[in-house]
């Protein structure tokens, strides 16, 4: 283990790493698996285990939880009843993204993976229609545990879990219900604990393997430009706002869904005027992305990364284009970082 010692989980994150829209670290006031655990601090970048009590799981039982989903969301969930994970989003009626999710399938169930500050709200979205399935909505943060494994190191840590290294877009899963799969990224997995195999779970590999914390977690999700939408950006952002089709999070063809005919609208006959954008600052900032006195972007999330804060935003296309971007009023300069991935630049104006 690092030099650091042992420190207890807490939820508060320190205020200069606070950005509007951050991650949700003001959750003390919930208790998970993790609360009474002591983890391992690592005074090193090199962390590999890193507790997730930031997101929980919505899960779904019964024979119709997929064709519901399918009803419910911008995923293809006739690929996830294939096996495969798959990001996506469920949208309002007016195409914007209420939840974001990771959907991990398991048989006939599904587990979605969202953040802790939305289970609540998704439960109570989704109950409204799930009456009419054979379905049954479980919020399991009480149940599961979710831990962050990144590292050349990853791959031991899942075996002393007893999980299978699962490759690209799969699911490894354990016979109590565990699972792990890859997260976009390098060297990235997420994975899922039985809550009461959680404390012989921790002890198995804080004796080999160090911590770190989630923020970590965050930042390297924005360095994959994987946009999480927390409570506090809810109903804000259209999926292609959020760069999603380029993620495999929004299907064209798979069908109505609530939202869609907006999303689609855009896609066939739209352009956006904003999207997603990676961008860095030397410290924290308050508020919107600015240029000059104008408001051109709102933060969706952000972490600190080495001496920086890592930023995801949607900010205005052209803004980008004239430069001369900042965090706020009177904030520190943001630059624009590239993206992993490819998008349509046919779709933008």
């Known amino acids: 283990m690092g030099s650091g010692g042992d420190y207890r989980l807490v939820f508060a994150g320190p205020a200069s790493t606070q950005g509007l829209n951050s991650p949700p670290c003001a959750i003390a006031i919930m208790t998970t698996p993790w609360t009474a655990l002591t983890l391992p601090r690592s005074a090193t970048p090199e962390a590999t285990l890193l507790p997730l009590p930031g997101l929980t799981v919505l899960s779904l039982a019964g024979p119709d939880s997929v064709k519901f989903l399918q009803g419910q969301t911008t995923t293809d969930f006739r690929d996830v009843a294939q096996g495969h994970v798959l990001p996506g989003a469920i949208c309002s009626l ?25 289970v609540e ?59 792990a799969t890859p997260i976009v990224g390098k060297e990235r997995y997420l994975v899922a604990l039985p809550a009461d195999s959680l404390t012989a779970a921790w002890s198995t590999l804080t004796s080999e393997f160090t911590g770190g914390i989630e923020s970590q977690w965050w930042a390297a999700d924005i360095a994959a430009g994987f946009a999480t939408v927390f409570a506090s950006s809810r109903d804000q952002f259209q999926p292609q706002e959020l760069n999603y089709p380029s993620l495999g999070a929004v299907s064209y063809n798979k069908g ?29 900032g308050e508020g919107p992305v ?20 890592a930023m995801l935003a949607v900010v205005k296309n052209a803004a980008v284009k004239a430069g001369g971007l900042r965090w706020g009023a009177s904030g520190p300069d943001l630059a624009v970082k590239d993206l992993p991935y490819d998008l349509p630049s046919d779709k933008e104006e």
């Open 94 to 118: 007016k195409g914007r993204v209420l939840f974001s999710f990771i959907a991990v399938p398991r048989g006939e169930d599904v587990d979605l993976v969202l953040p802790a500050d939305q």
């Open 121 to 179: 709200a998704a439960l109570a979205h989704l109950g409204k229609y799930a009456v009419f399935s054979k379905t049954r909505l479980e919020d399991a943060s009480q149940r599961l545990a979710l831990l962050g494994l990144t590292g050349v190191r990853s791959m031991e840590a899942l075996d002393r879990l007893g999980l299978a290294a699962p490759t690209a877009g799969s699911v490894s899963v354990r016979d109590d219900g565990a699972w």
């Open 256 to 284: 109505c869904y609530t939202g869609q005919e907006v999303v689609a609208r855009l896609y066939f006959r739209g352009k956006l005027k904003q999207r997603l954008y990676r961008l860095d600052a030397a410290m924290a």
């Open 290 to 309: 600015m240029t000059g006195d104008a408001a051109v972007g709102d933060v969706v999330m952000t972490a600190p990364d080495g001496e920086r804060i």
